[in-house]
């Protein structure tokens, strides 16, 4: 029982969309589904390694038009009408029921802990804990801050960023024009609005101590793409989500026991929202990681890995 899945496939969930998924562990195990980030970004060898394949039935999925999943977001004519927060919350569902799962933890962070957060609060009775690195509710007020506001601090990379928004866009349009740049017929205009969104990430990112100096921009062209334009396309509709609706919401997951972690030197993703999220869900822990920022550190990898150690005979 290594950490290769074990089993895989194809889920159709409607729509003409197919969910790529795999479980890998102990198929005895205790359940677990990893919702992984971007939005967009797909699945990692590197999320099953952070599960003890002896205690852990770990479920992989990605997410609509990204990783192995079809069709792919990298192809313009890829239709993202039926890509929102409510189609990716029934997916979830789906693939439960699909797996014969009665409940299973959740675990993953930035956009996935999101879309952990949504499922949760819809899905309550479905969860037995939740394991969060780098808390995001995708509010406005985020959204605004990472593709605005922290450009106080990288004046210049915002302006080239802004830029490629395309002459005259307004800061609060920026997110919206790099949407409709990126499903552009002429290949060109999406590489090059690609290239100018996967800088301004990095550039973000580009004072942590720890992880790849370009976490975005080294990314395969295909996955790029998709990310960029399913990442746009999540954050112009603000997730789809009544502003503040998960921290107003974070009641609903009282009783489900929560292990937090975020970065204090994540610039893009800054720490408050993870504190204002579990002052009110009363059985939730946020432990704020000295050294790390939103690309993870050693030491906030073992406080995962200790955590889901903790819930793997709960």
Known sequence: MGIEPYDQGM?????????????????EGKPALVVHGGPG?????GHRALFDPEAYRAVLFDQRNCGRSLPHASDPATDLAHNTTDHLVAD????RRHLGIERWLLMGGSWGSTLILAYAQRHPERVSQIVINGVTTTRRTETDWLYHGV???FPEEWERFKAGAGP??????????YAALTGHPDPAVRERATADWCAWEDAVLSLEPSGSARPYSDRPSTARLAMVRITSH??????WLPEGALIDGAPRLTGIPGALF???????????????LVRGWPDARLTVVADSGHKGSATMSRKVRAALDAYATR
Do not use: K
Request: hydrophobic residues 35%.
């Open 168 to 177: 005259g866009v307004a800061p609060q349009d920026i997110v919206a024009a």
């Open 262 to 276: 975020h970065g204090r030197l994540d610039l893009s993703s800054p720490v408050d929202t993870a504190y204002h």
């Open 234 to 239: 999540y954050f112009s509709h603000a997730a």
């Open 41 to 45: 970004s797909g699945c990692t060898p």
């Open 151 to 153: 450009g106080r601090f």
């Open 92 to 95: 979830m569902e789906r693939l």
């Open 11 to 27: 889920l159709d969930v409607g729509d003409g969309n197919l969910v790529h998924w795999e479980q890998c562990g102990n198929p």
